[in-house]
């Protein structure tokens, strides 16, 4: 299937979906644009992270304009105009990620569209091949268990988008920036504080509730969705870390901050399209341990 608002022949070679991550393999002739009327029509805001395979890409959006070379990456919204060119044909890896996926997971995730500071060698390199490997795994049979995986590979672009170097750029949102790190942080290390509130977070940086409030509206998001989110980020890694079931369901439950296990699994159940119990499966599955070994 092509993207509608694609204006160019992008044609897909590949297309793979591992849960609600969509990888498409395409090959771009020269030039490719997502067009204003796609902007206008969709439903499902999210980001597309490109990374061209054999030549470099030039690309362009929100006023930022840039080059990379094969083998990295460049972030863009699908919610705005954005376009790509290239001298010759190219070919492309191209991940569709839900803009809830970063936006809770990365501070300020809109200041790393258009490649505005430097990407961290390593970890492209590392995310780079995660990506073709799943192409190559995946293409003609889905893993046992591709909620849980989606949630890894979401996990990893984050990180290393976030392990970019924003270097000495100054520019009036820095100070919010840290600051809304300063606050991420804080939540990170008091999840398990079942009384965590608006009141105490904002108390903690000397800020008032109001001011705390339109921080997460950046993202669009509100301070309960974000803590609850990242309560069920971390119960996730804590029962793929303990897959015999040494630690009980109810005990990550209560030690993150929920105060009735019911709850917990029905939230977690919603959020990750699986129960807790089958979570536990995901460290023993032959496709996890995979995606870590090298190609023969």
Known sequence: MHNPGIRSRLMTKRQIQIGRLFLDLAVSERRLVCSRERVTSM????????????????????????????????????????????????????????????????ASVDDHIGRRFGANAAMTQLLVDLLRRVADLFADCPPPNGEALATEIFSFVALAIGAEDRGSAVDVRNTRYRLRRRIFDFIEANLGDEDLSPKKIAANSRISLSYLYSLFSDDDTTVGQFVQLKRLQRAYELLVANPKGNITISEIAYRIGFKSASHFSRTFTRHFHMAPRDARRVACEPAAISLTKEPT
Not at 43 to 57: A, G
Not at 58 to 78: D, F, M, P, R, W
Request: aromatic share 10%; proline share 5%; glycine share 6%.
């Open 43 to 106: 439903r499902d805001p999210s980001y597309m992270l490109v990374v061209p395979l054999n030549e470099r890409i030039k690309y362009g959006q929100a006023g930022c304009y840039g080059t990379i070379e094969a083998g990295e990456y460049v972030l863009l919204s699908q919610t705005d105009f954005y376009e790509i060119s290239s001298e010759v044909d190219t070919l492309l890896l191209m991940l569709r990620i839900p803009a809830t996926e970063l936006r809770r997971r990365l």
